[in-house]
C-alpha cells in the first residue's frame, strides 16, 4: 500500500503571497498528487500539531512542504526528532523567495519549482546542530540545505525582518530583495571575533562569513562550485576572514558566478564537524531561520531524511 500524501501549507510565505501563489497552481499539483491531503497551516505552532497528528496516524507518508526554505526546515526539524525518521519522505513546492532546498530546479508545475515525484527518493544527510542559547541552556536543531554565521547569517536575518523598502522588493523582485539585503547588511556588518575548529585544526580569526553546505545555493542566485553530494557524508565549508566591505561586496559579485577562489582571506573545505565558538553572541543561521549563540557545534548525520525526487 503507498504511503499517504500531505501537502503542508504555508499560505503567509512570500511576503503574505503564499496562498494566493498556492491557489494558482493547486489543480495542477493535484492532477500529479489526486489523493493528497492539503494542510493549511496558520502558525509554527499549528504546524507542529498538524504534523503530530499526521505522524501518529501514519507510520509512513509523504509530507510536501508547500512554503518557503523556512517550511522545509520546520517540517525537516519535526520529521528528524521522529524515533524512525526514515519512514516518512519530505517534498516540497516552492512558493517562497528563494527556495534554495529545490536547487538547481529540475521540475515546475506553472514556474513553480517542485520535488513531488512519490514514486523515486533519495537519502538526503542533514547537519545537526548543538548550540548554547541566550538562557545559557543547550538546544538542537537541524539543518537540510546550510548553515552560516558572518554576513549571510545577518542578511538572512535582515531578510526575515524587513523594513519598508525591503518588504517592497521582496513583493515586487526577489533577486532586487536578495542583493539589497546582501549590500545594506555589508555596510553595517562588523567581523566577529571566532575561534574555529575543524578537520583536527583549531584557529581563531575574525570572520567575515561562514557557509556550511548540503546545498551548494545559499540565497537567490549566489551559489559555490563544491562537490557537494546529497548523501555524501560531508559538509563544503566556505570561509571568509578579516575582509574589508570591498572585498565582501567582490566576493558576492562572484557568487553570483559560483565563483569562490582560495587564498590569504578565504578558506574551501570538506569536513563531517566544526565547532565555533566566539567571547560575543553571533548570529547562526540555518535553512534561512536565525538565532544567537557563543557556542556552536556542527556534525553531519548521513542519510538521515528520505527526499522525494522531482
Known sequence: MKAPVFIIINPYCHQGEGWKRWKHIRSHVLERLPSAKEVVTESTTDLSLQLAGIFDQNEAASIVSAGGDGSVHLIANAILQLEHPSKHALGAIGLGSSNDFLKPFQSFIQKVPVRINTNSHILHDVGEVSYIDKNDARQHKYFIINASIGVTAEGNWNFNNPGRILKWLKKMNTSAAITYTALSTIFTYRN?????????????????????????????????????????????????????????IQTLMQLEKGEFVMGEKRIAAFTQNIRITSPVPIVFECDGETTESTHIEVSIRQQAINVLNA
Open 192 to 248: 566577529k571575533p571566532v575561534t574555529l575548529r575543524f578537520n583536527n585544526e583549531e584557529t581563531t580569526m575574525d570572520i567575515s562569513n561562514m557557509n556550511i553546505l548540503k546545498i551548494p545555493f545559499v540565497s537567490g542566485s549566489l551559489h559555490y562550485r563544491q562537490n557537494i553530494l546529497p548523501g555524501d557524508g560531508q559538509f563544503g565549508l566556505n570561509i571568509c576572514r578579516d575582509m574589508k566591505r570591498m572585498e565582501l
